[in-house]
């Protein structure tokens, strides 16, 4: 397996654009979570998936992010409209259940607002 | 809440030394607790795990100790190289929620 597989790796953007980040999870893994890391606040955990049904998105910072997974392969991460505070590295990672196992984290996208 | 915080920030050490990293932790419940490794512009990676049946657990040069009474935790690295400069991460749980991570210690081993 490639293991978890985000794309793109790098997104720069004008603020008030949509950007959509992908990711792909490792087949079989049940879980997947999107983080959000940044200097000042560390890995945050923005939204987690158990069997593509969303069970905790307190972590959403407000109404411009959504997240979807359609299915057991793909899951996105939408910020519509980007504002230059959520300029950050984005990490989605999946693991075989949503607590007490190993997290296997993709490459991250590197989000720039402008 | 799980509440994780992680100390030193940051951490100098001489090639050879030994580092130690210590998280507390507020959920007397949390029963497991990973470390991630995450080298400049790569992704976090476990490098080692504990759960709360164990007081300690070794692999190789790092080792991980659990102190359930005073609820923290601490990565020890022993013999460290230069390869080990990189932020790591600690992170808790009880199993019925997802991992909280302690907010990272950069480590910088000098030649």
């Known amino acids: 397996d490639a293991g978890v597989i985000q794309s793109p790796r790098h997104e720069v953007t004008e603020m008030g654009q949509e950007v959509t980040l992908r990711c792909k999870p490792i087949s079989g893994h049940n879980s997947l979570f999107w983080y959000r890391q940044t200097m000042m606040r560390g890995l945050e955990l923005l939204i987690y998936?158990?069997?593509?049904?969303?069970?905790?998105d307190s972590g959403m910072p407000e109404d411009r992010f959504s997240a979807k997974m359609p299915n057991a392969s793909f899951s996105t991460l939408k910020i519509q409209p980007s504002e230059p505070r959520d300029s950050a590295v984005y990490f989605c990672?999946?693991?075989?259940?949503?607590?007490?196992?190993?997290?296997?984290f993709g490459q991250g996208t590197r989000l720039t607002v402008v | 809440g799980e509440n994780v915080e992680q100390h030193p920030s940051t951490l100098s050490v001489q090639e050879g030394d030994s580092a130690v990293i210590k998280c507390t932790y507020s959920d007397s419940a949390s029963n497991y607790f990973p470390w991630y490794k995450q080298e400049l512009g790569k992704r976090p990676q476990l490098i080692i795990d504990i759960r709360s049946n164990v007081g300690e657990k070794k692999d190789q040069r790092i080792a991980v100790t659990l102190n359930k009474t005073a609820k923290h935790f601490s990565l020890h690295i022993t013999e460290t190289q230069p390869e080990d400069s990189a932020v790591y991460f600690c992170?808790?749980?009880?199993?019925?929620?997802?991992?909280?991570f302690g907010k990272g210690t950069m480590l910088l081993v000098s030649p």
């Open positions: 998936f158990n069997n593509n049904v969303p069970i905790d």
């Open positions: 990672a999946s693991s075989l259940g949503p607590t007490n196992t190993e997290a296997f």
């Open positions: 992170a808790a749980t009880e199993g019925y929620s997802t991992l909280t």
